[in-house]
């Protein structure tokens, strides 16, 4: 899978969970993926975030969605 397949499924995991998710359980979910390109791929969302005006930013110690301190823009 590239990683523009990628970024899409990483989002909408990270949208539905409940908790933080993890790289580690990212790479466990996608056991063919290399963490390089986990990483790549939640860098590239964390960019699609943060150029969106929207109402939603992605923090990234842990990955979750969170509502923008800036409000919807």
């Given amino acids: 899978m590239d990683i523009d ?3 899409p499924i990483l ?3 990270i949208y539905v969970a409940d908790d933080p998710v ?3 359980q990212l790479k466990e979910i996608f056991p063919d993926e290399s963490y ?3 990483e ?4 590239k969302l964390l ?3 943060n150029e969106r005006r ?4 992605i923090r990234a110690a842990e990955w979750r969605s969170a509502r923008s301190p800036a409000g919807s823009g």
């Avoid at 790549?40 to 860098?43: C, F, H, P």
């Avoid at 929207?54 to 930013?57: S, T």
């Fill in 22 to 24: 993890r790289p580690e």
């Fill in 36 to 38: 390089d390109k986990i």
């Fill in 40 to 43: 790549s791929a939640l860098a």
């Fill in 54 to 57: 929207g109402g939603m930013a």
């Fill in 11 to 13: 989002e909408a995991i």
């Fill in 5 to 7: 397949e990628l970024v």
């Fill in 47 to 49: 960019g699609e975030f």
